[in-house]
């Protein structure tokens, strides 16, 4: 079991800090989860990452004693299924638009009567206690099942996404949805329609008793969701990591030339 349960990290009044990943690392995912990231996200969309890559990451990531939620790319049942067996704690899903597309992630996601998932839980018995029978009557309650909301569309319906029976909350990509929100005028994050639709969005998840994610490009972008309300921030990328660490070292190395 991680060191605090995605659950009980929702759950909190406190600002969870989530690293977000797209390279396929088992390493770099693990030093970071050695940080004091609170959690990380393995981005199965846009990132560089296939199953076998997936596995190796949440094995290492769970290692270091944190969760891990994935995203896996779109719609992907069987990614989905198997990322949950691997013991995944929580599924990421893009592109939750209607309220059938809730359904649909909903019956990915949980064991019957909530869902239709396939029973095959092969590491994920282990990753929650070693119990079979006591992951069989809980395995619904142990991973966290969260709905993109990233297009106008999305927005329109979210009261029946949030009422959908099997899903935990909502994970906002700011980025599409500016990219909807301005028919395709402009990704901007911080533009004001974007702005707006947070707090609709902050409202209705309040309403039906849920919880919301948001992915911040930037710290000042994180510092404005969380003044809006929001409690969980997925920030930043490994990559951009990579990039920010290697230039000010260049930086560095060359002024003291």
Known sequence: MPSTPLRDLISSNEVVYCAFCLLPQPMGVEMLARQDWDCVFIDGQHGFIDYADMLAMVVAVQ??????????????????????????????????????????????????????????????????????????????????????????????????????????????????????????????????????SLKVVRDKVEKHNSFAAIYANTPELAHSYIELGFRFIAAGSDVNFLKSGSADMLQALKAGR
Not at 86 to 95: E, H, K, L, R, S
């Open 63 to 196: 290692g270091a004693g944190k969760p891990v939620l994935v995203r896996p790319p779109l719609s992907d049942e069987g990614f989905i299924g198997k990322a949950l067996d691997a013991g995944a704690d929580g599924i990421v899903c893009p592109m939750i638009n209607t309220a059938a597309d809730a359904r649909w992630f909903a019956e990915a996601t949980n064991y019957p009567p909530t869902g239709s998932r396939s029973w095959g839980p092969l590491r994920a018995i282990d990753r929650f206690g070693g119990d079979k029978a006591a992951f069989h009557a809980n395995g619904n309650d142990l991973t966290e099942a969260l709905a993109m909301i990233e297009t106008e569309e999305a927005l329109d319906n979210i009261d029946a996404i949030l009422s959908t029976d099997g899903i935990d909350g909502v994970f906002i990509g700011p980025n599409d949805l500016s990219n909807s929100l301005t028919g395709g005028e402009a990704v901007n994050p911080g533009h004001p329609k974007v702005t707006e």
